[in-house]
């Protein structure tokens, strides 16, 4: 009788170093992923006491994982134990309620629509940087938090018809939200909701304090026409659910997650945007040029996005960087087989962006900030799967037009006018959350063009 040879288990960290790595886990995410791939390469089990990760960094394993074999990889670490904090939203549902909330949501983010809606992004970018400028020559300014503001008008006006600068105090809520779901995650979900920790005595009241927001919304926009907004959509999906109590969870749980998956990451990427080009003061110079000759003393349009060439390099090579979406995490619901490796069922397996887009094979330099790897003339032949910035597979972001779109439109209007500048000395740390953000926000000076 033959026997079929054992496949290999993958490389990885000995048993022993377990207290090691559940510390980085919670304490230096990234450090704990980067350290396994220059330590073990393309693949690498970790093993974290009952808990295993097996580890893949490279664009052939994401195009499994994520693609080809997406139906068998349901949401893993981290989102399935946010599902507490979030709620069965987009982000976090599994099988036909997914489905189901995509196809509900689809329609809201076709190009069309968003091609409707350019003019509004025009104006949130017109109206952030009227404000920038008149904190010119004054005390610095949090980047991030005006970002965040920023994001938050442009999700309110273009997805639910509704205007969020109403309810003070939003961003405050997703933090919150936010910190919970990680702690959900580092956690494993072992701590009952109901113990009384500062973090999640903070996370009840910001919940129901979300509820609130989210009630009033729900009310104001029932008064009014009906439109294809996603408010509206929500709205009418709910009527027929039988229990009015879980139409309206359902409700909470749909619009935080669209809020916050909506409005962070485009943020997060602005922050960082404007982080590098400080750093760089050529790319600067080449991005005030463009918007100049490109824009004149005109609001930016839809047309533009493709007008503005060198603006969309340098915001694909911030995400390269600083991928909004830096791991998706994923869970095999059979047994599988990856890169010539043998992946049990219910192990964590994890697809690192923020890794994978420094995978020196596929970019040299990595740790370099050069838009020009993204000039159409020379990266035509770039691996599809070693940039993933907003995913892949059934589960790509449904958002990433709009957010490219307004990210785009807010990086060449306030460039046109203004040189965004980090006090001398302050450290930038990254964050990694939901979204890659920057630790305790992004204090810069601002100074007009022609002054600069």
Same mark, same amino acid.
């Given at each position: ?13 000995? %048993? ?23 330590? *073990? ?31 068998? *990889? ?26 189901? !909330? ?33 904190? %010119? ?9 005006? =970002? ?31 910190? !919970?779901? =990680? ?27 979300? !509820? ?33 109590? %879980?139409?309206?969870?359902? =409700? ?14 485009? %943020? ?33 349009? *839809? ?17 390269? =960087? *600083? ?9 095999? !619901? ?38 020009e790897r993204f000039d159409p003339a020379t990266s035509d032949g770039r691996t599809r799967y070693a940039y993933i910035p907003f995913g892949a597979g059934p589960r790509f972001c449904i958002g990433n037009n709009l957010g490219m779109m307004e990210a785009v439109f807010v990086l ?41």
């Open positions: 009788m033959t026997r079929t040879p054992a496949r290999p288990a993958p490389p990885g960290p000995p %048993a022993a170093a377990a207290p090691r790595l559940l510390w980085k886990l919670a304490r230096d995410r990234l450090g704990l992923l980067s350290e396994a791939a220059g330590t *073990y390469g393309d693949v690498a089990r970790i093993r974290m006491g009952p808990k295993t990760l097996f580890f893949f960094n490279h664009p052939d394993h994401a195009k499994h994982v994520l693609v080809d074999g997406a139906a068998n *990889y349901h949401k893993g670490l981290g989102l399935a134990q946010a599902r507490r904090a979030l709620g069965d939203g987009l982000l976090t549902s599994e099988g036909e309620q997914w489905r189901e !909330q995509r196809n509900l949501m689809q329609p809201v983010f076709r190009p069309k629509r968003m091609a409707e809606q350019a003019g509004v992004v025009a104006e949130e970018a017109a109206r952030l940087t009227t404000r920038l400028r008149g904190l %010119a020559g004054g005390p610095p300014v949090d980047i991030v938090e005006e =970002m965040t503001s920023m994001t938050l008008g442009v999700l309110g006006r273009t997805l639910l018809d509704s205007d969020l600068r109403e309810y003070g105090g939003l961003g405050r809520m997703f933090e919150t939200m936010q910190n !919970q779901a =990680m702690f959900e995650a580092v956690s494993n979900g072992m701590v009952p909701l109901w113990v009384p920790l500062p973090q999640q005595v903070r996370f009840r009241r910001a919940r129901r304090e979300l !509820q609130q927001v989210v009630d009033s919304l729900v009310h104001d926009r029932a008064t009014r026409p009906p439109g294809d907004d996603a408010l509206w959509r929500l709205i009418a999906s709910t009527r027929a659910e039988p229990d009015p109590r %879980a139409g309206r969870r359902r =409700m909470r749980d749909e619009l935080t997650t669209l809020l916050l998956a909506g409005h962070e990451t485009t %943020a997060s990427t602005l922050g960082w945007a404007f982080w590098l080009i400080d750093r760089h003061p050529r790319v600067w110079e080449r991005l005030h040029a463009e918007a100049v000759e490109v824009l004149g003393d005109r609001n930016v349009v *839809y047309e533009d996005l493709h007008r503005l060439e060198y603006t969309s390099m340098v915001l694909s090579e911030v995400m390269r =960087m *600083y991928p909004p979406v830096w791991m998706l995490s994923r869970v095999p !619901q059979q047994d599988d087989e990856v890169g010539g490796y043998h992946v049990p069922a219910g192990v964590d397996v994890l697809i690192c962006p923020y890794t994978l887009h420094r995978h020196p094979a596929y970019w040299p330099d990595p740790d370099e900030f050069r838009p060449a209007t306030v460039s046109r006018e203004l040189r965004l500048s980090v006090l001398p000395g302050r450290e930038v740390v990254p964050e990694p959350m939901l979204s890659l953000r920057i630790r305790d926000g992004l204090p810069m000076t601002v100074t007009k063009a022609a002054a600069a």
